[in-house]
């Protein structure tokens, strides 16, 4: 953002960003320094234990689409997968916390 020249922002919301990066706590800063003096900012950060379900899954899409041969293949295969989670899945229960807690899917 430095580099870019484009000034302060009053606002910079930042969704799952900063937890890919290298040096989180280095964008952390550098999204800090790009704010005006009265500006905000909204976060959201990865947590390992929240996305649980979410790594599961991929792992289970992993084994389940070990032999598909084509990408329509994988996507089939996993809605299949998907139709038939119990609500007590970890993945299908943060469905279900989404949609409790929002109103909506948020993922």
Same mark, same amino acid.
Request: aromatic share 12%; glycine share 6%; with cysteine.
């Given at each position: 953002?430095?580099? %870019?020249?484009?000034? #302060? &922002?009053?606002? /910079?919301?930042?969704? !799952? =960003?900063l937890?890919? *990066?290298?040096?989180?706590?280095? !964008?952390? +800063? /550098? *999204? #800090?320094?790009?704010?005006?003096?009265? !500006? !905000? %900012?909204? *976060?959201?950060? $990865?947590? #390992? $234990?929240?996305?649980?379900? =979410? $790594?599961? %899954?991929q792992?289970?899409?992993?084994? =389940?689409?070990? &032999?598909?041969?084509? %990408?329509?293949?994988?996507?089939? @295969?996993?809605? +299949? /997968?998907?139709k038939?989670?119990?609500?007590? @899945?970890?993945? +299908?229960?943060?469905? /279900?916390?989404?949609?409790?807690? $929002?109103?909506?899917?948020? &993922?």
């Open positions: 953002i430095p580099d %870019m020249e484009v000034g #302060k &922002f009053d606002y /910079i919301e930042c969704w !799952g =960003v937890t890919h *990066l290298l040096e989180p706590l280095n !964008g952390l +800063k /550098i *999204l #800090k320094n790009s704010l005006t003096e009265t !500006g !905000g %900012m909204s *976060l959201m950060l $990865y947590s #390992k $234990y929240a996305r649980t379900g =979410v $790594y599961q %899954m792992e289970l899409m992993r084994l =389940v689409n070990k &032999f598909a041969k084509t %990408m329509s293949e994988e996507i089939e @295969n996993t809605r +299949k /997968i998907l038939i989670l119990p609500k007590t @899945n970890w993945y +299908k229960r943060a469905e /279900i916390d989404q949609l409790e807690a $929002y109103g909506e899917y948020r &993922f």
